[in-house]
């Protein structure tokens, strides 16, 4: 039986065929030219193999067109290769009913044979049905889950790259259109740029096939000029010098179970780099380019990176970069710079009303803070971990922030640190400094600490240094291997129901500090358990306790410090003076207060 002719093409004939068809009756083309037989619009019954193919010269191309098998013989076989090799494509091959017993049989082929079914469908297709012990049919994947328009991308698929699956999709939109890559391969000179659709209320997704093992990679990363695109299930991982691995300049963008690797230090500027609503979630970024952030945020406006991992390797730019960004979230993120010169793992410059939550921020060497705040308010760090190298937070001409629930660490410094810091909050917190635990230095001013613990290692607890002023520290603890709490030219900060322990000097010292007031708190040092000197003056200490318990040294000790008033306050030390005022300490008012010394000393000591 032959094919039908050209002038049948416009119709579809149905005939029985019960002997082999034979390519060798295909028309072949002229002389000097490859042949190119075609089957159009075809629909075989009847017989024991649908389409039965032999080996062919070389240089013969095999399509077939729109094709069906209908009620061939019981356990047939729809398309069967004698031999050779072939590389031939079968488009809308429709294996109709139950009479199918295999659909395509290609053991006899030879290994470097491939045969690609498009658009396949009936109740007998896929790889279920097909003879292919050596795995040479690929069938095109069909519409994946969700997507009102599917672009299969890979081997044994319509498109070989990412970009012509892109490039297929319709440029207005009728729905959620996906490209969707059904192989693990390294796509390798194949940038993906996404420009020019119009969504008409839909989306383009871009994304690995996820009943694979494993994930696709690609060389040349995404620039995405358009809005509503998702990428996902996709690795990154440069092979040349390049500024980022995905670019995105529009809004309404996500980002989910990607990872951008560069071990080899190839980008340049960052690995993802954002642009305003979008959403960044369950993806890993590592870049070791010293220049290089890991996911950059410039002038972005409510964007999401969430539950999420960025790492880097910079001393110039951190793991995560909020650039003049504002109203961003970041929760359950991962950030880490492992620069050995040492930056930030985490920097928010110019930037307000970011919330940042339930994460992990680490600058690992090279002494800088874990997290910092630049010249930017409102915002908030909750329920985090911070280690720095130096600090673990870091606020610098910064206002109207909040840290709350939360553990700041500074391995050699602070682990909190304010330097022109106003009108800050930290509460319920854990600060801890290979120094001190939390330092309010120059010009900050109005910042509150509240039900918080503070440690440092090597000087105090809590410093409050160098006109920080008006600045309120409430229900919480203070330790320090000199003070608890030291406050050193300032004044007018307030200390209430708070402990401060000086394990080597003093609970609570004041230097050049004036006007400040300590209420209902706890001061414990190993010499004085608090300490007025060298002009510290109009201070109020009541309802308070200040104690030592070591000869020779007091529970109060005022020198060089005049017009201080304790009052309604417990002063003891049970091996030494109870209070001890010397050098210039005049007009001191101790009122309503117990002053207890031991036996060999007196309760005030007047020198």
């Given amino acids: 039986s032959s094919a039908p002719s050209a002038n049948e093409n416009s119709s579809t004939p149905s005939f029985s065929i019960s002997l082999m068809i034979s390519i060798v009756s295909f028309k072949r083309s002229p002389p000097g030219t490859h042949s190119s037989p075609e089957r159009r619009s075809v629909t075989v019954t009847g017989s024991r193999r649908g389409l039965e193919i032999s080996t062919q010269s070389t240089g013969f191309v095999l399509a077939i067109d729109s094709v069906t098998f209908r009620s061939l013989a019981a356990g047939a076989t729809a398309i069967h290769f004698l031999g050779g090799t072939f590389t031939s494509s079968i488009t809308l091959a429709n294996f109709e009913d139950t009479s199918v017993g295999a659909n395509v049989s290609a053991a006899a082929l030879n290994p470097a044979s491939r045969i690609s079914m498009f658009a396949h469908y009936g109740v007998r297709t896929n790889t279920a049905y097909e003879n292919d012990p050596g795995s040479l049919v690929h069938w095109e994947a069909g519409p994946y889950p969700g997507c009102a328009v599917t672009k299969n991308v890979g081997l044994g698929q319509p498109y070989s790259t990412i970009s012509a699956g892109v490039a297929a999709l319709p440029t207005t939109l009728t729905g959620h259109s996906c490209v969707v890559i059904r192989d693990t391969t390294t796509y390798s000179g194949d940038l993906v740029l996404v420009e020019g659709f119009t969504n008409n209320g839909s989306s383009i997704t871009i994304r690995g096939d996820a009943a694979l093992a494993g994930r696709p990679s690609v060389r040349m990363g995404f620039v995405i000029y358009n809005a509503s695109v998702n990428i996902a299930n996709i690795d990154v991982v440069p092979d040349v010098g390049l500024n980022t691995g995905i670019f995105v300049s529009s809004p309404n963008v996500t980002i989910s179970s990607v990872s951008v690797i560069d071990p080899s230090g190839r980008y340049l500027v960052a690995g993802i780099v954002l642009s305003s609503w979008t959403t960044v979630s369950y993806t890993s970024v590592t870049v070791n380019n010293f220049s290089a952030a890991a996911i950059w945020l410039p002038g ?159 000087l105090a607890g809590l410093y409050i240094d160098i006109t920080a002023s008006s600045n309120i520290v409430t229900r919480s603890y203070m330790r320090g291997f000199t003070h608890g709490l030291s406050i050193d030219n300032s004044n007018f900060n307030a200390i209430s129901l708070s402990t401060m322990i000086g394990t080597s000097q003093y609970g609570f010292s004041a230097s050049a500090a004036s006007s400040n007031t300590v209420t209902q708190s706890y001061m414990l040092g190993a010499q004085h358990g608090a300490r007025l000197f060298s002009n510290s003056n109009g201070n109020i200490i009541s309802q308070s306790t200040m104690a030592t318990g070591v000869a020779n040294f007091a529970g109060l000790y005022i020198s060089g410090s005049a017009s201080n008033t304790v009052t309604g306050s417990l002063i003891t030390n049970p091996m030494g003076y109870g209070a001890w005022l010397e050098t210039n300490a005049n007009y001191n008012t101790i009122s309503q207060s117990t002053m207890a010394g031991g036996s060999s000393y007196v309760p005030l000591y007047i020198l």
């Fill in 300 to 458: 972005s406006t409510m964007t999401t990176v969430a539950y999420s991992t960025a790492v880097n390797n910079s001393d110039s730019r951190p793991a995560l970069f909020l650039d003049g960004a504002s109203s961003n979230t970041i929760t359950g993120v991962v950030a880490i710079n492992q620069a050995i010169a040492g930056c930030n793992a985490v920097r928010i410059d110019n930037g307000n009303y970011n919330n940042v939550s339930l994460s992990s921020f680490t600058a690992s060497s090279g002494g800088c803070s874990a997290f910092r705040l630049y010249s930017s308010s409102f915002n908030t760090v909750a329920q985090s971990f911070l280690l720095g190298s130096s600090r673990g937070a870091d606020l610098n001409n910064s206002a109207f922030n909040t840290i709350s629930f939360s553990t700041a660490v500074g391995n050699s410094s602070q682990g909190l640190y304010g330097l022109g810091a106003d009108s800050n909050t930290a509460t319920q917190s854990y600060f801890q400094g290979g120094n001190v635990g939390a330092y309010w230095d120059a010009g900050s001013n109005d910042n509150t600490l509240s039900l918080s613990t503070m440690v440092g290692s090597g």
